[in-house]
């Protein structure tokens, strides 16, 4: 059985930084690209940023230079690093692996910048 768990959200103020991770099983890790998306209340599912299986790395222009994605292949996880939060970066935070028409999503993590 496939497993794609994602962690890692909370609440923080204006400026703050939380890194949210994303395990997946040994089976797909290393084979799938992976995904970070959010979606804020009343929005549609946005994609923030890409880590593929080599380790090209891309993001969305909302995000660039405040947040990192990074591959960790010893314990088949991948992290969000997320720093300088602002309020409109609140929303419900998914993880997904994917390659081709094959894809996991993980369970959302919550990210709420509040003062």
């Known amino acids: 059985q496939v497993q794609v768990v994602g962690s890692g959200g909370g609440l923080v103020q204006p400026g703050g930084s939380l890194r949210l991770s994303c395990a997946a099983s040994?089976?797909?890790?290393?084979?799938?690209?992976m995904a970070w998306y959010r979606q804020a209340p009343e929005k549609q599912r946005e994609w923030v940023a890409t880590v593929t299986k080599s380790g090209t790395t891309s993001y969305t222009r909302a995000v660039q230079g405040r947040f990192s994605i990074s591959r960790d292949i010893a314990t088949n996880t991948n992290y969000l690093q997320m720093n300088n939060l602002q309020p409109e970066d609140t929303a419900v935070y998914y993880c997904?692996?994917?390659?081709?028409?094959?894809?996991?999503w993980g369970r959302g993590t919550q990210v709420t910048v509040s003062s």
């Open positions: 997904r692996m994917y390659m081709g028409a094959s894809e996991y």
């Open positions: 040994a089976r797909i890790y290393t084979t799938y690209n």
